[in-house]
């Protein structure tokens, strides 16, 4: 801080002083005072103003300049406000406490960061640790069709290896699709769409994407979906085919699902009921954490515990309820909420009524 900063700084208040000077050299000749008198007095009034501005001015570079060492002594300069030097200064003091509100929020904004930094490593390694299987399935695969092309094969060996192929191939892709969907699922609103959306055709799209997977597992499906909602026709995809997964990996014996609609009046309802074997009670309130795999996931094979966490939060961003039912050994049932606005309602009234 220089001289002509802190005279710059200081001007109104002097310029205060200036006018109160010569109101009161005008006042002491208005009442019979003389001219020496009054010079004196302001000669007086000069030099204690001059003794307080260097005083004040010795006081203020003095403090700045140990704020300046202590910044450039210290590595994590956000945490200043924790280290001002006392100050006798009221405005010195509201500052600490401005600036230590400020530097709480960065230092809790810098945590949430990190703490989604280190989520997403964790989930790309566990992601990279899951999809090594199919492709190490597809390369097997492949060699054992490279040693026996010399060997005469029949047709349906041929067609049970396209159609291993296929199903590995399609286990890469589910993979593949987490990553993406979760990369995006911090910014949903840059790649969704709401309209008026066949959930259908929606459902009979997921069922086709995982035929062979099904047919392979011998699980049967009945649909009765009638009803439409207002929703992104994408997103919705792939959360029905995280449903649809999880499903088959924990099927029981002679798998069904009965997908179907009700109708009710806050919204349409989306219900996927499987027969499999079932959430233990103390788990079910847990299976859409992040990371969550459960007794199940350690009894019925590899689980990451992504699938379900990942509906729940594109549901949340996209403002469908989600929650799930079930009997431990007698099946699940997965709900998904679309909610119908008051405005939407009174149209759809309007139009049964014509």
């Not at 280290?83 to 009221?90: F, T």
């Not at 961003?317 to 009174?346: D, H, V």
């Amino acid at each position: 801080m220089t001289v002509k900063d802190f005279l710059r700084d200081r001007f109104l208040m002097m310029l205060l002083h200036l006018v109160c000077m010569c109101l009161l050299t005008v006042f002491l000749r208005l009442t019979g005072y003389g001219m020496a008198a009054a010079v004196l007095i302001l000669i007086f009034w000069g030099l204690i103003l001059t003794v307080w501005m260097c005083a004040a001015y010795v006081q203020r570079r003095g403090y700045f300049r140990e704020v300046e060492e202590i910044l450039e002594k210290v590595d994590q300069r956000y945490l200043l406000g924790e280290l001002l030097p006392d100050s006798v200064r009221l405005e010195d003091r509201l500052y600490r406490e401005i600036i230590c509100r400020s530097n709480k929020s960065v230092i809790e904004r810098i945590r949430q960061i990190e703490e989604t930094q280190k989520e997403y490593k964790e989930y790309i390694e566990s992601w990279v640790h899951e999809v090594k299987s199919p492709i190490t399935s597809i390369s097997l695969i492949c060699a054992n069709g490279q040693k026996k092309r010399s060997e005469r094969r029949t047709s349906a060996e041929v067609k049970e290896a396209f159609q291993t192929i296929g199903l590995e191939n399609q286990r890469l892709e589910n993979y593949v699709d987490m990553v993406l969907y979760y990369a995006r699922s911090e910014q949903v609103w840059k790649d969704y769409l709401i309209q008026e959306t066949d959930l259908e055709g929606i459902v009979y799209e997921a069922l086709e994407k995982n035929k062979l997977l099904m047919i392979q597992n011998q699980v049967r499906a009945e649909v009765n979906v009638k009803e439409r909602a207002y929703t992104d026709r994408k997103w919705i995809g792939f959360i029905l085919n995280q449903m649809f997964l999880n499903s088959v990996k924990y099927k029981g014996n002679q798998p069904v699902f009965h997908i179907y609609t009700e109708r009710k009046k806050e919204g349409v309802l989306l219900i996927l009921e499987d027969n499999g074997v079932g959430i233990l009670p103390e788990e079910l309130s847990r299976i859409f954490e992040k990371g969550f795999t459960g007794s199940n996931g350690r009894n019925y094979g590899r689980s990451t515990g992504m699938g379900l966490y990942l509906c729940r939060k594109l549901c949340d961003k996209l403002g469908i309820g989600l929650r799930a039912e079930s009997e431990y050994g007698g099946g699940t049932r997965m709900i998904l909420e679309f909610p119908i606005s008051n405005y939407i309602s009174r149209n759809q009234r309007a139009q049964n009524l014509k």
